[in-house]
C-alpha cells in the first residue's frame, strides 16, 4: 500500500484527489490549517471523511512542516494547499507569497533532507501566464503573470524544477487551467454563478453582480484533472504539465449555460459596465455587472494545449463546458432544495 499526503485536503482539489487516491488503495494523509473546526464538508459529501488521517500543517511555518513530513512516511507528497483566490491577492499580497511561494521551498527542502525519495507534486496555475505571450498556452510558454497570487505561483514552479534539476528530487508540475466543479468555494465566479441562479430560481430576486463578462477561460472537471496530477508522480522521470480542455469560454456563455440548465431564456442587453441578462419567462433581471469585481490588471485569454499530458500521460478531460456548468448549476438547485 502507498502512503499519500495531500495539503489542502480540505479543498476541491484535494477532496477529488483523496477520493481517488483511495480508490487505488492509497493510506491517505492530509494537511489542514490550524482553526478550532477543520472544514470537511467536500470530504463528507464524497463520503470519504472517515478514510483519511488529517494533520495540522501551515505552509507559513516551517517547523510544523518538518514535524509532519518527519511523522508520517509518505510516498507522494500533492502540495495543492494555497491562498489560491486571486482577488483577494491584492488584498493580502505577502501573505500569498509566503503561503504561494515560500510554503513550496520549505516543503521541497524537509522533502530533500527527510524523504528524499519521495514524489513531490506542485499545483501550478495557468494564471502563471497571465499577459499571454501565445495561444494557446503550453509547458514553454513565457510566464507574464498579472496579480500577486500568479506571481507567487512562478516561485514555486521554477524552485520545483530547481530543486529536480539541483537535488535529483521527483518534482512534478501541473499546470492547471481553470478547473471547477460543485465542491468549488462560492466565492469564485463559476460557482457564484451557478449559486446566483440556483437561489433566483428557487424564487430569490438578488441578481448575479459580475465583472468582466469579456473574459475567457478555458474550463474543465476538477475530477478529471486530479487523475492527470496522479499520473504524473506515476512516471519515470519527472516533468511539467499543461492540462487543460484546449476550449476557451466567455464568463457570459458560461453564465448562459447555467442558466439554461435551470430553465432560463436570457436576453442581454447593454454593454461593458452597463451589461445586463434578464429572464424572458419571469421579467426578472439576473445579472448585472459591477465594476467592483473588475481586476485591477486584466488576464483576458487562458486556453491551454495539453498535447503533452496527452501524449506522455495517457491523460484527457472527459467533461465539456456546458456539461461542467449543468452540473454545477443543478448541485445547486438541488441543495437549496
Partial sequence: MKTAFITGITGQDGA?????????????????????QPETVRLELLGIADQVTLHEFDLTEQNNI??????????????LAAQSFVGASWDLPVYTADADAMGVVRILDTLRTLRPEARFYQASTSEMFGLVQEVPQKETTRLYPRSPYG????????????????????????????????LRGKEFVTRKITLGLAQLARGGDAPVELGNMDARRDWGFAGDYVEGM???????????????????TTIRDFFTFAA??????????????????????????????????????????LIGDASKARTQLGWEPKVDIRSLASMMAKSDFDALG
Avoid at 496522479?230 to 476557451?248: I, S
Avoid at 436576453?267 to 448585472?288: F, P, Q, Y
Wanted: hydrophobic share 35%; proline share 2%; glycine share 8%.
Fill in 66 to 79: 518538518f514535524r509532519t513530513i518527519q511523522a508520517v512516511e509518505m510516498d507522494e507528497f500533492y502540495n
Fill in 151 to 182: 506571481v507567487a505561483k512562478v516561485y514555486g514552479h521554477y524552485i520545483t524544477m530547481n530543486y529536480r534539476e539541483s537535488f535529483g528530487l521527483h518534482a512534478s508540475s501541473g499546470i492547471l487551467f481553470n478547473h471547477e466543479s460543485p
Fill in 260 to 301: 439554461e440548465e435551470l430553465g432560463m431564456d436570457l436576453e442581454w442587453t447593454g454593454e461593458a459596465e452597463g451589461e445586463t441578462a434578464t429572464d424572458r419567462k419571469t421579467g426578472k433581471l439576473v445579472m448585472k455587472v459591477n465594476p467592483k469585481f473588475y481586476r485591477p490588471a486584466e488576464v483576458d485569454l
Fill in 230 to 248: 496522479w499520473r504524473m508522480l506515476q512516471q519515470d522521470d519527472a516533468d511539467d504539465y499543461v492540462l487543460a480542455t484546449g476550449v476557451t
Fill in 16 to 36: 477529488y484527489l483523496a477520493k481517488l487516491l483511495l480508490e487505488k488503495g492509497y493510506e491517505v494523509h492530509g494537511g489542514v490549517r490550524r482553526i478550532s
